[in-house]
């Protein structure tokens, strides 16, 4: 059975400047699959391409390699049915908040009356806390956390099949990205939209994320493992650092960042002997002894367990 996200085989290669040379490949033969639902956190140092796949996902850029399947249907160009949250806003300054919200749902449901949008609009910008009269503020009058809760109100608001998040919080101070976190986890949990999400904090992901994609450093980067985060939900940054797997979890991807990253950087996944198409990344789930690694199946331990039992 076909997963809701499926890629396959993503590469994406640069041009030489002088036409001469093989250019740069940022990353390589990136294969995974997200199911419906699933909320995904990829990370990785600066250059591994991370960005550069959202964006393919989005349909703002196009791959040199591969294919990306949503829902059935070949990702080919932007589309309403993935919404997208940058760092930098994105938002259209004349407009205030709630207009913002309101153009981008008016292009998504264009039958609805006036008083649709606008009743659909203000809901999503209450859920995030921007109503009292900061909804009809432009965003020049509003702090940088109230811009991103715009952005994220109006990517919701629009009820897109995947929401794609790149580095949402990383301008914002720690309390205001601690409350927004909050708030993303809340609405997710009431939406069940899928959510692709790239961050550089490791306790970010681990707070958010059903699984953590691990990236290795670039050029020709790869996506290495994939790391199930199995704490009950709902999580709460106060009592989620009690769980017994949780700094298991985090030691892992810290080491991971740290050393290996690096080590397997520009080298070949390990394969999994089911075939000579595009390996998927290693899963590797914890329990309170330490990392199990199983196939990308998820159907039990793999053999030989390889780079995924170096916690």
Known sequence: MSSFLEVQGLSKTYP??????????VFRDVTLRIEKGEFVCVIGHSGCGKSTILNVLAGLETASKGV??????????????????????????????LSNVT??????????SREQVREHS????????????????????????????????????????LLLLDEPFGALD???RGSIQDELLRIWSGTGQTVFMITHDVDEAILLSDRILLMTNGPEARVAESV???IKRPRERASIIHDPSYYAIRNHL?????????????????????GDGPVEPRVVRFHPKGPAPVSPSGAGPSEPPGLAARA
């Open 228 to 230: 199930a985060v199995e």
């Open 16 to 25: 030489a400047p002088n036409r001469k040379g093989e250019g740069l490949t």
């Open 68 to 97: 990306v399947i949503m829902d059935g249907k070949e990702v080919a160009g932007p589309s309403l049915d993935r919404g997208v949250v940058f760092q930098n806003y994105s938002l259209l300054p004349w407009l205030s908040a």
């Open 122 to 161: 203000y809901t999503y910008l209450e859920m995030v806390g921007l109503t009292g009269g900061a909804e009809h503020r432009k965003p020049h009058q509003l702090s940088g956390g109230m811009r991103q809760r715009v952005s994220i109100a109006r990517a919701f608001a629009i009820q897109p099949k």
């Open 103 to 112: 153009f981008a749902v008016k292009a998504r449901n264009p039958k609805w």
């Open 254 to 274: 810290v080491e991971f960042l740290s050393k290996r990253s690096a080590e397997l950087a520009g080298k070949p996944l390990e394969s999994t002997g089911e």
């Open 174 to 176: 720690a309390l205001t």
